[in-house]
């Protein structure tokens, strides 16, 4: 992907000292309450930011935008990393390459750094990386990373205080060291700095302090700006502004190496990335999944992509007592011969196994470092030129700040195991789809239909996705299939997907209903206890949207008019014609049993095949919406591998949910386009079901889906 610059082009001097910002997405680049979704908003706010920090701060900033269409931070992974560390590395290059010049000339100016907006759910996986990877370029520069909790119109929002503050702290002076932070990689959020390293996200929302991201043991800086008036003009005549940064001097010392560790390597290739897993093992799961597990490598290592990429596995959790702890020792020792980097995180495990000389080269994580920056660390050893021994090692080194000293970690760091019993996979970047389908084959083999997939994603419930807007990938979709013709149908680019479904269900209203009816008939099974369950429960949503009493009587007149002004028959063919009387005549709510019952007796009843046109039924204008879901769900299959991979788990029958790793938080898959398109395909969130499309099940999807 390619970048582009925002602003008039600045002279070498300008450049050196001005701070780059570096637009990555997230949050701070989106619009809307729900269904947030990118929309430039750094750049549209960006001349009034640099107008901000030129008066008050004399700071020139100057904006990058590094991608076509900045990202949602949960689908941000290893192309992104690429992108975003090839861009650093030009913006360092030449300022390097200015800073000779100037040195030769006898002349020393200060510089300005790069402040990186980026999406919260991942932003402390990407900093960590960058900090790995930049660890062994020497003399770097200030690097900061921010973000925001909500978007950056919203009127609570830390947007613009977050990004000034980032953009203040970035900055060299010479004359006032106290407010310079030493060349590293930072997290900015409210008035804390934090290493990138040792940051943690625990919450979606912020708490009653402001806070939603903790360090342990704590921040490494603050920074403030002066409230009194009179402090602040002081500030502005002396050091020409009101920010003020502490800098916590024995916490980063305590978590900084005395020098940096630069890695002795010959031929690496950075951009590499090894492939590592994250598995969850207690004592209950079955050791097929570390069988599965091993498969993959062997998968892995068959596709031309991924051969030259070494293996490694993160597993999380105290397996000691599991009942087949022999079983999976010796999958273990299989794994291990296979050259693949395996780490554990319970010491008990670790100390168990390694009485055996075959697990010799089997690492244990060291307890300062979580899970998931453990596995981020072992995907950057893994791509560097070193063996094993060495990798291990080293995942044990305090590079940046990553391993010290620690007894016990805080509450909302989640270290040992999930107290589930369910299938659970633990999201992280390029995750592969086969990690979900050997899931389901989990699934189908235990049969048992209470038994759940319970995914841990990121923030308020999300998962790696395409990054591309659900309208482009249904109406392109749509109109590949023969179903749409676009020069007929327009929806506007700030629309959200609730307008989209809308929009097409009216579409389809004026459409000829004959090719859809024969796509259905020739794509679709339709099952008729599911649809009509589906109705049943349109109708009863709809009663109680409308908010009132309970009063069964009128219930019953509407019902018996009805059946009088209709010859008696309350067939299926008659049912759209039922639902709009109901909601034009009805205007009171009746509780959601009795509509139940009512329902099941006198509406759903139909004794007569011969009346039952199922396909007919999906076209009539009153139930057409049922059609439109199942569409939209099938073009984010179409387009996604891992999410058909999900839908198919879900249309098998099995309940999927989404739990999120901001372990003080619930999930909401409503609240962002990245989240919408699990509920489209059937995730339960805490706060939101996912759609029921049981109605409408394409035939073949998979094979359709691998031929295209």
Known sequence: MGHTRIQTPLSEIEYYQSVVVLNAGGTINMSGEIERKPSNAVQKSFDQIRRDMLEKFDIIITLENIFSRPPDSSSIGENEWNTIINKILDVYRRKKEIENKLLNEGVKIEKGGIVITHG???IALTSYIIALVLSQYPNFFTIIFTGSHSVIDASNSDAINNLKKSIFASKERFLDKENNLPPGVYVLFGQEIHLCSRITKTRTTPDSDGKYFFSFPASIAIITSSHNSKQFRKDRIKNGYNYRIKIHMNILEYLTPLKNTVLSITNSNVYNWGIVEHLVLDAKTSCDALHDFKRRVNYY????DFEKKKIGIIIQGNFKNNIEFESISAILKEIIEM????FIGSKEVYLKLTNNNAFRHLGLIHKSITYMKALIKLKWLLSLDIDIDTVIRYMSTNLVGDIFSIE????????ETFPLLHEIIVVYPNINTKVVEDALKRLKKNNDKNRKLVFYGYGDGHLPTINKSIISIAVEFLEKEGLLRTNDFFIGSEASFTDLIEALTKYFMNADKKKLHSYIYLNYDISKSDLLDELKSNVVNQLLKNKIIEFEREFNLFFDNFKIKNKNSLTIKNF?????????????CINR????????????????PETLNLIDLLLDDSSLILV??????????????????????????????????????KTNTNKYEVGCKLMIIGVHSDEVKGWNTAYMKRRNLRNQILSN
């Open 120 to 122: 919260t759910d991942t």
């Open 593 to 608: 049993d009795i509509v139940d019952e009512h329902l099941k007796k006198k509406v759903l009843r139909n004794d007569d």
């Open 301 to 304: 290592r068959s596709q031309p």
């Open 628 to 665: 439109v879901k199942r569409l939209i769900k099938d073009s984010l299959l179409y387009e996604d591998n891992f999410l058909n991979a999900i839908a198919e788990i879900v249309d098998f029958g099995f309940n999927v949910e989404i739990k999120t790793t901001a372990v003080k938080s």
């Open 576 to 588: 759209s014609k039922l639902n709009k009387c109901l909601f034009k005549e009805l205007d009171i």
């Open 339 to 342: 050259q693949v980097a395996v």
């Open 408 to 415: 016990q970690f805080p509450d909302w760091i989640n270290y």
